[in-house]
């Protein structure tokens, strides 16, 4: 009889066992499949039949699993498809949301309101519940990745984020974003929207917009060209309008480099971009913002300012009338002038002998007689080397270089 008795305890044991199995299993699948919602469901009443007992449901919008709720002190958590299920007895409830948690390194969630409020009772992360029917509670949650920014020239060679001054972004929401760093950024890559009042809301994914990248003060980048979405770990690459300029400063008769300060100004407000000084007479810069600038050197002598539509690569030689120029111009000026006088001195020493010869073969040859006249009244009209006119008489010696006689009756 012991041992009979023995199996009868066993297999009593196993029927009890299976019983009761297949009660969690309908309360399981009656309640939701949330282990948490079966433990409340069992601590608040072990009657699972009695009619004081309500729904309590907790949706994420969007869906989000893993997410932390505080029920009286409890702290439950979603499932895999964003909600929470209790069957709790009537009563009041305190009901407490997180302010941020984090889904992943790069993933996390933020508290924005409850949906099933108004405001302002909706921007309230604790609320309470009076549970006197089955109810569904909305929490509406905005989801944030981490994302870093990466520029590049206009080749897509990349560069340093430290020459980048700001980053203006725009959001499709309509906020403003002034960025001056560039890593481990946290974007909110969603909004909601009111498509049926009082309790309906729409998800809307939010976009990002580059207005500005400024590099030495102007401004990098079409407006609205450069567009993202956030996600998870990721990295906005945006080219920009750099090119590379190289500005030589030469001598500007003899062509050799001259070290000098460059000054670039901008074209259309004479606002100043850049003031260095060149290193053997060059100087480069690898990303320059395209516009419109006028460049000029400042050093010992004088050049004059170059004006320059920048929108490619470019090579800009400001030549320089330095102070070897001005000797040089000075020395060849005055080598001119020495010359020209020599050539006139000699000219003049040639016409006066010339005409010296002239004059006294002509004196010689004077007939005073050949008018009829005595000889002193015979006159002899002499034009001197400056076109002085002067009067000589008989056959005295005159010196000039060019002789006109005239023999007056």
């Not at 009890?16 to 297949?22: E, R």
């Not at 062509?255 to 300060?261: L, M, R, V």
């Not at 990303?287 to 800009?316: D, E, H």
């Not at 060849?332 to 050539?343: D, E, K, N, Q, S």
Request: aromatic share 10%; proline share 5%; charged share 15%.
């Amino acid at each position: 009889m012991f041992k009979k008795g023995w199996k009868n305890n066993i297999l009593t044991g196993l029927a009890l066992l299976t019983l009761w199995g297949i009660i969690l299993s309908q309360v399981a699948l009656a309640y939701g499949h949330n282990p948490t919602s079966i433990i409340l469901a069992q601590e608040n009443s072990p009657d699972l039949s009695s009619n004081d007992f309500r729904m309590l449901t907790v949706e994420t919008l969007p869906p989000t699993s893993n997410i932390p709720i505080v029920l009286n002190g409890s702290m439950l958590y979603t499932g895999s498809d964003g909600t929470i299920s209790s069957l709790l007895p009537q009563s009041t409830y305190v009901l407490e949301a997180i302010s941020e948690t984090y889904i992943s390194e790069n993933t996390k969630a933020t508290f924005t309101k409850w949906g099933d409020l108004f405001d302002p009772q909706s921007f309230e992360i604790e609320r309470t519940i009076v549970l006197t029917n089955d109810k569904v509670v909305r929490l509406l949650l905005a989801i944030h990745h981490r994302v870093s920014l990466a520029f590049s020239d206009s080749s897509g060679t990349r560069i340093d984020t430290s020459l980048v001054e700001s980053v203006l972004v725009g959001a499709s929401d309509g906020q403003s974003y002034m960025l001056r760093t560039y890593e481990n950024l946290w974007f909110p890559g969603n909004r909601f929207q009111r498509v049926q009042a009082p309790i309906t809301w729409k998800v809307v994914n939010i976009s990002y917009t580059f207005n500005e990248v400024t590099v030495l003060g102007r401004n990098t980048v079409q407006r609205g060209l450069h567009v993202f979405a956030p996600g998870p770990d990721a990295t906005w690459g945006v080219s920009l309008n750099l090119y590379s300029l190289k500005v030589e400063v030469t001598d500007f008769f003899f062509g050799f480099p001259i070290d000098t300060e460059i000054k670039i100004s901008d074209l259309s407000n004479g606002d100043m971009v850049l003031t260095s000084r060149s290193s053997l007479g060059v100087l480069t810069s690898e990303n320059f913002p395209r516009g419109s600038y006028m460049i000029s050197v400042r050093g010992i002598g004088v050049a004059l300012p170059v004006s320059v539509v920048f929108t490619k690569p470019m090579t800009v030689e400001v030549r320089l009338f330095s102070i070897f120029d001005i000797v040089f111009v000075l020395a060849l000026a005055a080598a001119f002038a020495g010359a020209l006088l020599l050539r006139r001195h000699y000219s003049a020493r040639r016409h006066q002998r010339k005409w010296t010869n002239s004059t006294s073969f002509l004196l010689d040859n004077i007939d005073c007689g050949v008018w009829g006249r005595p000889a002193e009244s015979n006159r002899i009209y002499i034009i001197d080397p400056w076109g002085r006119l002067s009067r000589g008489s008989g056959i005295d010696p005159v010196p000039c270089c060019a002789v006109v006689s005239k023999l007056e009756p």
